[in-house]
């Protein structure tokens, strides 16, 4: 299997493909009828070409694919407000600016759940262990249980379960397309829902690569301790990007074997997808990626014109 290079993100009734620099969103709407929108989006890593070295273009990236994942899924949203809006002419920068915020709240939010609160619950335990490098076990334990136990809770929103089954589409398409099969609704179903490039299994690489670090790098002085996890973030995302960049191109048994946990986990993060939610998917795919192109190079096939 030959990795394609496309890569995506599950919306509000809706898929993202993204093909190097052009990007295609494709939503259902509540009509029934399938709205796309295409456009370009240049990474940092493509402004600047000092960031995209290994170990530093991670960082940024997942920077890029948040700030990407907040434009679509304003898109997505649009079509699904329950109050149309009454204001001619939104003020786009003011609509920029609220979304930064709420962005970087997200994000100060998910620092502290996932990166300082393990290191405080896990100091409970200090007073019965010994160990340094135990002590960090338990806390990315701790930061693994509280990671799995948030994607099990989300599974069970009726919403989120849907974004769950256009995660599962766009997975299928991918697979469909890399292991030479024809883009179609029959062929799809029939593919994977799960995916070594997804970003669930980025983030439980992050989850991972945080307990070695956690194991090595200790402190006494707690603060001091709080401080440095979240210094060390950057690496650590640069780290795990590089793993999930190898395991998108390889299938070295070693590098399936520890692709496995976050294989494993997408059974939460994807589900089943419907017929017309198929359909979706293929025309994102269809805006952005030759896959006729791709299968003629890459499997020899022949498409009658």
């Excluded at 259902?28 to 070295?53: C, M, Y």
């Excluded at 980025?202 to 991972?208: A, C, E, G």
Aim: charge should be neutral; charged fraction near 25%; proline fraction near 2%.
């Amino acid at each position: 299997m030959k990795s394609s290079g496309i890569g995506g993100q599950a919306v509000i009734e809706g898929v993202m493909m993204q093909n190097q620099d052009v990007y295609a969103v494709a939503v259902r709407k509540p009509d029934g009828e399938i709205e796309v929108s295409k456009d370009t989006w240049q990474t940092f890593t493509k402004k600047h070409r000092a960031l995209n070295v290994p170990f530093v273009r991670g960082i940024f990236n997942f920077i890029d694919s948040m700030r990407l994942g907040m434009k679509i899924l304003s898109f997505s949203a649009s079509f699904y407000e329950e109050e149309e809006e009454t204001e001619k002419g939104r003020d786009e920068k003011k609509e920029s600016v609220i979304m930064g915020i709420a962005m970087a709240a997200a994000m100060v939010l998910a620092l502290g759940i996932f990166f300082v609160l393990p290191m405080f619950l896990s100091n409970l335990f200090r007073r019965f262990i010994d160990s340094r490098a135990l002590m960090g076990f338990i806390e990315g334990v701790i930061r693994l249980a509280i990671f799995v136990g948030y994607v099990l809770l989300i599974s069970l929103m009726k919403d989120i379960r849907r974004v769950f089954m256009y995660h599962g589409a766009e997975h299928k398409c991918i697979n469909c397309v890399e292991h030479g099969l024809d883009l179609t609704v029959e062929n799809v179903k029939k593919s994977s829902k799960q995916h070594k490039r997804c970003g669930t299994s980025f983030l439980l690489f992050v989850v991972f690569v945080s307990i070695l670090f956690s194991m090595v790098i200790q402190v006494d002085d707690v603060w001091l301790k709080a401080l440095l996890r979240i210094l060390l973030i950057p690496v650590i995302a640069g780290i795990s990007y590089e793993i999930l960049k190898l395991a998108g191109r390889s299938d070295n048994w070693l590098i399936n074997f520890i692709s496995k946990p976050g294989l494993l986990l997408q059974r939460l993060t994807t589900r089943e997808p419907e017929d017309d939610m198929i359909e979706v998917a293929i025309r994102s795919v269809e805006e952005v990626f030759d896959w006729k192109a791709y299968e003629a190079e890459n499997f020899g096939k022949v498409f009658e014109e």
